[in-house]
């Protein structure tokens, strides 16, 4: 049951800005088809079936039919669409002028430009998605590995938004009777909601929302990828074990196209873990710099990884670098590869630290070896139970709804507290509503204006 409100008619180029062989400008509203019959010469759209694509011009009506471009214009009527709303894509050829000159005429024949993220916007606000599904639709437009992509379609698919829908719906059981016993205390229909039963239901919910967020911290690597420094001293091997790693998954991705490749941001994946490569210009630089400065710019690295790996030549013996580096990083998660193993060898393990957390892996970039195990590693240290695919399932990985999440924990750790002390019921309540509050802002079932603007704003102009 879609309800759609009559919104105005928004447009947009879809398709990435540059030059391409085609590029689509998509219409949303009731006056898409009205719209776009009034720049197009062809068929008559008002009487097209819905899901069809059809062939015409794109004419200027303000400039005597002027032909602008052959256009395929693909009609797609409300309901069922990307909005709910009649969606008209045309598509035209994909250059800049062609582009930009289709779009003006469609705005200066009645629609508004579209706000970044506005089409996946309606689809909420028409109710097709909520909120966790449009916030899904961004994850994986972004997805880096193969596995945050699949974790972001059964997002959109609604599951982590089902497992949400029934947290509420066992919350608001309990409130509903907890109303009746007040309202109507005869009334036998009603399940008495006595303190034990509340305690019971509540350790119950919160023991659900805790393994909701068990699966966050996974679920924010796969998002957003771990921070992984490689430090070590010049002429290590930083740059050969690097690109051992990129060679192996050839699966870099980069970030936005079009950005200068100074400030792209490289990611490799290993084994499902998408690596986010901190200061791989430090790594790159050239080894007749002083050790010191190294060192100083490891430091700074160091701090925001969450992965450190820590290269060693194993052929010469450990210097004061190697020591500050290993005490650098004694308190973050690291992995010391001991590269050049292909050598004879000057370390030991005995001059390592002894510490059962760090995983010692031996390497050689001239023999190839240590690169499995490397990446064997690296999966278990951040899927401990060894994720299994099914457990994608249902993986937050949305920093907003890791601290909703966590909100609704404290609220339901308030309530479990507060009627262990001997609170009546009908106090306890209060903290299990906020629960329900706050899940509900998930799913955007409670949502505020300005959250929304906010969240959408994060979207690309044309999605
Ligand atoms: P970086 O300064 O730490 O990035 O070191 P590079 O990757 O540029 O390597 C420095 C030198 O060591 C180069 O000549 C590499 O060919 C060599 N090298 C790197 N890894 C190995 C290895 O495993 N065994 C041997 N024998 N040489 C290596
Ligand atoms: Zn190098």
């Not at 450190?308 to 030549?313: E, H, M, R, S, W």
């Not at 990083?329 to 510490?355: C, F, G, M, V, Y």
């Not at 609704?408 to 002390?421: E, P, Q, R, Y």
């Amino acid at each position: 049951p879609l309800m759609t409100t009559d919104y105005d008619t928004i447009a947009a180029i879809s398709t990435p800005p540059g030059v391409g062989g085609i590029a689509i400008v998509r219409l949303s509203g009731s006056e898409a088809l009205a719209i776009a019959q009034q720049i197009y010469r062809g068929k008559d759209l008002s009487q097209v079936a819905t899901d069809t694509i059809n062939y015409g011009h794109i004419v200027d009506p303000q400039a005597e039919q002027r032909e602008i471009d052959e256009v395929m214009v693909s009609v797609m009527r409300a309901p069922k669409t990307y909005t709910c709303e009649d969606v008209v894509e045309i598509n035209c050829h994909g250059g800049l002028q062609v582009t930009n000159q289709i779009l003006q005429l469609v705005l200066r024949n009645g629609a508004r430009l579209a706000e970044p993220g506005e089409f996946t916007k309606r689809a909420f606000l028409n109710g097709r998605i909520d909120l966790s599904q449009s916030e899904a639709v961004m994850d994986l437009i972004e997805a880096k590995t193969d596995t945050a992509r699949k974790a972001a379609l059964n997002q959109l698919d609604g599951n982590l938004s089902a497992v949400i829908k029934k947290l509420r719906q066992s919350i608001v059981d309990i409130l509903a009777n907890v109303e009746v016993n007040i309202d109507y205390p005869e009334y036998d229909g009603a399940e008495e909601v006595t303190s034990q039963l509340m305690l019971e239901r509540s350790e119950a919910i919160k023991a659900k929302i805790q393994s909701l967020l068990a699966t966050a911290e996974q679920g924010k690597v796969l998002r957003d990828g771990l921070n992984t420094a490689i430090v070590g001293r010049p002429n290590v091997g930083k740059s050969s074990l690097l690109n051992r790693l990129l060679h192996e998954e050839k699966a870099i991705v980069t970030d936005v196209p079009g950005t200068t490749r100074d400030v792209l941001d490289e990611y490799v994946n290993v084994a499902g873990v998408p690596l986010h490569l901190i200061d791989t210009a430090g790594i790159h630089e050239t080894t007749d710099q002083v050790e010191k400065i190294g060192v100083e710019r490891s430091r700074a690295a160091i701090e925001q990884a969450d992965l450190v790996l820590v290269v060693l030549n194993a052929s010469e013996p450990l210097t004061a670098a190697d020591q500050e580096l290993l005490d650098a990083t004694a308190h973050t998660k690291r992995i010391i590869l001991l590269n050049k193993t292909d050598l004879p060898a000057r370390i030991t393990p005995s001059d390592l630290p002894d510490d059962e957390q760090t995983a010692v892996i031996k390497t050689s970039t001239v023999t190839e070896d240590g690169t499995k195990p490397l990446e064997t590693i690296i999966a278990k240290l951040f899927f401990t139970d060894g994720i299994s695919r099914q457990q994608t399932d249902v993986m937050v990985t949305n920093a907003r709804h890791i601290s909703l999440l966590q909100q609704a924990l404290d609220a339901l750790t308030t309530v479990i507290s507060g009627l262990t002390a001997g609170l009546p019921v009908d106090i306890a309540q209060i903290d299990l509503q906020r629960a329900w509050e706050l899940l509900g802002e998930i799913t955007g079932d409670n949502y505020d204006e300005e959250l929304m603007d906010q969240l959408f704003e994060q979207f690309c102009i044309g999605k």
